[in-house]
């Protein structure tokens, strides 16, 4: 594809249940960031991969919280036992981050309700 | 918390006038960019201006920067109803770090 997508769209899920937002990169982008957005609010920085490097982790809410990339591509955000607190939209973004070009491209973002 | 703000926080103004957005940061940066967001969706980049550089132009966009006071302006001319989005300062500070967002500023442009 040509942009970054982020499945699903929506989630609705109840509270205390485990969820997996999933981020597909353009292709070719080594660094991908998981930011979170609150209705009207700042994004919030998540989580930061980059090329072969440990993710910097270090704005996960909670141990709830948790995120992986294989192959240097897809992403996985989990959010283990979710909390009403977590409704937010989730967004995913990649960037090339080579040669100057520290751009980022976002998806469309996953808006996550706990009931 | 190296997070930029945005100020003011919301902006209402007639189309054709000029809307001028702020940014400030805390610490020394690599570059900062400008994006602009739609309904609560995914952000586009609007323009990126680097530490090096105090001014850029795009189409309609004009940015500032100083490092000195540690800030940014992004300024809108001949603003129009379209332009009516929130819109975000991010600041990548060094090396192997995340973009950091601010809180963003909230146009209107009426017609």
């Known amino acids: 594809g040509a942009g970054v997508s982020q499945s699903p769209s929506n989630k609705v899920t109840e509270k205390g249940k485990d969820v997996e937002l999933r981020c597909d990169p353009i292709?070719?982008?080594?660094?991908l960031y998981w930011y979170r957005q609150s209705l009207g609010q700042g994004l919030e920085f998540l989580i930061y991969?980059?090329?072969?490097?440990?993710?910097?982790k270090s704005g996960l809410p909670s141990d709830r919280f948790s995120a992986e990339r294989t192959g240097g591509s897809v992403s996985t955000l989990t959010i283990q036992r979710t909390q009403q607190e977590d409704s937010a939209v989730y967004l995913c973004?990649?960037?090339?981050?080579?040669?100057?070009?520290?751009?980022?491209?976002f998806g469309q973002g996953t808006r996550l309700t706990v009931v | 918390s190296q997070q930029g703000e945005e100020d003011p926080q919301a902006l209402s103004i007639q189309e054709g006038e000029n809307a001028t957005m702020n940014c400030s940061y805390k610490?020394?940066?690599?570059?900062l960019q400008w994006y602009r967001q739609n309904s609560g969706r995914g952000l586009v980049h609007l323009i990126l201006?680097?530490?090096?550089?105090r001014e850029k132009h795009s189409g309609r966009l004009r940015v500032t920067l100083d490092t000195s006071k540690k800030s940014s302006s992004l300024l809108i001319t001949a603003s129009r109803a379209a332009d009516t989005a929130s819109y975000f300062c991010?600041?990548?500070?060094?090396?192997?770090?995340?973009?950091?967002f601010g809180k963003g500023t909230r146009l209107s442009v009426i017609a």
């Open positions: 991010a600041t990548l500070h060094s090396g192997n770090t995340p973009l950091v």
């Open positions: 991969f980059q090329g072969n490097s440990a993710p910097d």
């Open positions: 292709s070719g982008h080594t660094a």
């Open positions: 201006i680097r530490s090096n550089e």
């Open positions: 610490t020394s940066i690599n570059n």
């Open positions: 973004a990649s960037s090339p981050r080579r040669g100057g070009n520290t751009e980022a491209f």
